[in-house]
């Protein structure tokens, strides 16, 4: 064997180089990458006996660099934080009101007059009141039919039979 490496040997570790360098360009802004040097471009003097040594030392803590590192993120000024803030917000009312306003389309009480958050809501909780009853009052009277015809009664929806509202 040789003490000199092997023509693969050498275009593996240009390939490597040019990987890693590949690699760091992506990762590494470019305020940073002035003064950043790669284990790979290091200026390290080696002996050809222990140059394959030191290429597996220097592939795995390339890996390591690449594993560990991640692309920083730009932090944001106070002024689009607030930017930021003040969209989400706008967002998350326009949302409540979107329910409001589909409150108010279902729940028939709330066609006009007094239309406070705190009136719908509590129309809404009355109207579900009343629909309860209504489909609990619609169930008994199946039950009932049923009997006078001699069928077995037959519970369709039997995990909801005989809803109550109960406040807290």
Same mark, same amino acid.
Do not use: C, W
């Given at each position: 064997?040789?003490?000199?490496?092997?023509?693969?040997?050498?275009?593996?570790?240009?390939?490597?180089?040019?990987? /890693?360098?590949?690699?760091?360009?992506?990762?590494? &802004?470019?305020?940073?990458?002035?003064?950043?040097?790669? &284990?790979?471009?290091?200026?390290?003097?080696?002996?050809?006996?222990?140059?394959?040594?030191?290429?597996?030392?220097?592939?795995?803590?390339?890996?390591k660099e690449r594993k560990g590192r991640k692309a920083p993120h730009?932090?944001?000024?106070? /002024?689009?934080?607030?930017?930021? !803030?003040?969209?989400?917000?706008?967002?998350?009312?326009?949302?409540?009101?979107?329910?409001?306003?589909?409150?108010?389309?279902?729940?028939?009480?709330?066609?006009?007059?007094?239309?406070?958050?705190?009136?719908?809501?509590?129309?809404?909780?009355? !109207?579900?009141?009343?629909?309860?009853?209504?489909k609990n009052d619609l169930k008994s009277q199946i039950r009932d039919?049923?009997?006078?015809?001699?069928?077995?009664?037959?519970?369709?929806?039997?995990?909801?039979?005989?809803?109550?509202?109960?406040?807290?």
């Amino acid at each position: 064997m040789s003490q000199y490496p092997s023509q693969q040997q050498q275009q593996q570790q240009q390939q490597q180089q040019q990987d /890693a360098s590949f690699l760091d360009a992506l990762m590494i &802004p470019d305020e940073e990458s002035k003064n950043y040097e790669t &284990p790979s471009s290091s200026n390290r003097k080696r002996s050809y006996g222990q140059e394959s040594l030191d290429d597996e030392e220097e592939e795995e803590d390339n890996k390591k660099e690449r594993k560990g590192r991640k692309a920083p993120h730009e932090l944001l000024t106070d /002024a689009e934080k607030k930017a930021n !803030h003040i969209a989400s917000e706008k967002k998350r009312r326009q949302n409540i009101r979107l329910g409001f306003d589909q409150l108010i389309e279902i729940v028939p009480s709330l066609t006009q007059g007094n239309r406070s958050e705190a009136f719908i809501l509590q129309k809404s909780v009355d !109207h579900i009141r009343h629909l309860i009853n209504v489909k609990n009052d619609l169930k008994s009277q199946i039950r009932d039919l049923q009997g006078v015809l001699g069928e077995p009664n037959y519970d369709e929806d039997s995990s909801e039979d005989d809803l109550t509202y109960s406040s807290y």
